[in-house]
């Protein structure tokens, strides 16, 4: 069973980056999409972006100036790095997988999520 | 403001038949991408329901069932219970955005 647990400071400040990492266990990294997605408090899912096992990237074009999404494949790990943050960063981020079949691509393994508040 | 329209809420008694739907556009649903469906009980993270339209994961109860038609997707519950109270979200990729994209979700109420 493919577990994903997110880590990184839970509290930021204004103009600064954020900065997570996601640790994958029980399934390697190589061979998947793997993605953040965030959901401001009582709000709803925003894609982020996705990398590849091999690094390539895709980000989500409302974000992609601010937006690095890198992977070590060596440690099973990928990271976020969101710069020059506000208050509507403010969101609880998730790790996933990201999978397809025959179609199009979804979200098949979550992490737990983790809160990241930007306050000064 | 999302480019999938969902019903902000729905409720149903315990085993009534509950539908939500999932409206998009030309450029996403109605240009084929798949729908997807996620479950999201309080508290805790998102959890893959439905994908590929209508396909069901391992582990995922044969209440829940999804649909798509034209500009539009729809997941019903049959059976509703209490432990179905939860928001659900669809999900679609829109190609004039670039981006992958989520309904605003729909919170579900057993009365």
């Known amino acids: 069973q493919v577990q994903l647990q997110e880590s990184g400071p839970g509290l930021v400040k204004p103009s600064e980056t954020l900065s997570l990492t996601c640790t994958v266990s029980?399934?390697?990294?190589?061979?998947?999409?793997w993605s953040w997605i965030r959901q401001p408090p009582g709000k709803g899912l925003e894609w982020i972006g996705f990398?590849?096992?091999?690094?390539?990237?895709n980000y989500n074009p409302s974000l992609q100036s601010r937006v690095t999404i890198s992977i070590d494949t060596s440690k099973n790990q990928f990271s976020l790095s969101l710069t020059s943050v506000t208050a509507a960063d403010t969101a609880v981020y998730y790790c996933a997988r990201a999978r397809r079949d025959y179609g199009d691509y979804f979200f098949d393994y979550w992490g737990q999520g983790t809160l990241v508040a930007v306050s000064a | 403001q999302s480019v999938l329209t969902q019903p902000p809420a729905v409720s149903g008694a315990p085993g009534q038949r509950v539908t939500i739907s999932c409206t998009g556009s030309s450029s996403n649903i109605g240009t084929g991408y798949e729908v997807h469906w996620y479950q999201q009980l309080p508290g805790r993270a998102p959890q893959l329901l439905i994908y590929g339209n209508s396909n069901r994961p391992s582990g995922v109860p044969d209440r829940f069932s999804g649909s798509k038609s034209g500009t539009s997707a729809s997941l019903a519950i049959t059976g509703l219970q209490a432990e179905d109270e939860a928001d659900y979200y669809c999900?679609?990729?829109?190609?004039?955005?670039?981006?992958?994209?989520f309904g605003a979700g729909t919170k579900v109420t057993v009365l």
């Open positions: 990398v590849y096992s091999s690094g390539s990237t």
């Open positions: 029980g399934g390697s990294v190589n061979g998947y999409f």
């Open positions: 999900q679609s990729y829109d190609n004039s955005l670039g981006a992958y994209v």
